[in-house]
């Protein structure tokens, strides 16, 4: 449950990560104009950023395609920065995604973001399916993508194969990069390449606070970015009573359930949840899930998602939420905002 202990810091920025969720006795495609619908709503409730993920072959969620997101959720608002969160690299050519970025930020000045990951974010199947060889699952070559990526906007040196080719339109610099992960890698490589960094903390299993530490220590100055900067992303789920958000929050550990056990789908409804027999052992599955979800009232989980900020020494918090009803995920999001 959410920490109601009323003496806190000033807060950090509030930010959203979306993943497109698809819930139950819908079409899969209903999800992609909820998530606009839910960046409208973000933009209107004063949050900072909205971040769109990457994910494949995935019945859960729809968010195959973050590129395409990031230039519908910009077109639908008008302020609210909104990316990546975000391009797993080893998916993509390091050149496409610099135009697509490049064209992108030309589109809507200032607004955009590129975060970029390196897990496939799917099944080991699919992302054979992605690289196009099971080699390329192997590669170890993340730091080699990212100094390409950089050098289709920055320069080859003049004797380097790719000298010639750059990433159109090149009156457009790259959007803000943001290295993301959920190990010490991601935090250990935003620091090398002097990047933004966003740790996954609604789902990765480090101590955020000693993964932001060790990234601010080893923080190096680059062209781009002076100062570190880290994001935490962190799960919650806010309704008016807590009884309800009890409710949505057991939705949500039987869609995690579902995901563990091999046997994904749509988002389930509260009753759906509810009518679930529970065994012990599946409620022991998700109890690490559900420690690290915030759940609760506006006041009190926005107070938790503060001491967790707080503690962890980010800079933002970027929110992650996922219930059935799209309207009550919107209100999710609103009565958080209206306490932060």
Known sequence: MADTTSELPPKPALSVLDL?????????????????????????????RFWLAEHHNIPSVT???????????AAATTRIRVGAGGIMLPNHSPLK???????????HPGRIDLGLGRAPGTDQLTAVALRRSREALGADDFTD??????????????????????????????????????SEYGGQAAAAFGTGFAYAGHFGTLDPAEVIAAYRRGFRP?????????????AAIVAETEERA????????????????????PMPTPEEA???????????????WTSLVSVGTPQ?????????????????????????????????YELLAGVW
């Not at 968010?63 to 959720?73: H, K, T």
């Not at 680059?222 to 962190?234: C, K, Q, T, W």
């Not at 949505?248 to 039987?254: E, P």
């Open 246 to 265: 009890e409710q949505l929050a057991l939705a949500n550990a039987l869609s995690v359930l579902r995901l563990r056990s091999g046997r994904p789908g």
């Open 274 to 288: 509810a009518a679930h027999p529970w065994t012990e052992r599946e409620r022991a599955a998700v109890e690490g």
């Open 63 to 73: 968010s195959s395609s973050p590129e395409v997101m990031i230039a519908a959720v």
């Open 97 to 107: 995604v610099a135009e697509t970025f490049r064209v992108l930020a030309g589109l």
């Open 222 to 234: 680059s062209p781009h970015r002076e100062r570190p900067h880290a994001i935490l992303g962190l």
């Open 145 to 182: 993508q990212y100094a390409e990526l950089r050098a289709y906007a920055d320069g080859f040196p003049a004797d380097h194969p790719l000298a010639r080719v750059s990433a159109q339109p090149t009156d457009v610099a790259l959007p803000p990069i943001w290295i993301l992960g959920s």
């Open 300 to 332: 009190a989980v926005a107070d938790d998602l503060a001491k967790r900020a707080y503690r962890a020494g980010a800079d933002e918090v970027m929110v992650t939420t996922t219930i059935h009803d799209p309207a009550e995920r919107r209100l999710s």
């Open 20 to 48: 497109s969720p698809v819930p139950s006795g819908r079409p899969p495609s209903s999800a992609l104009h909820d998530t606009i619908a839910l960046a409208r709503t973000a933009e209107a409730h004063g949050y900072h």
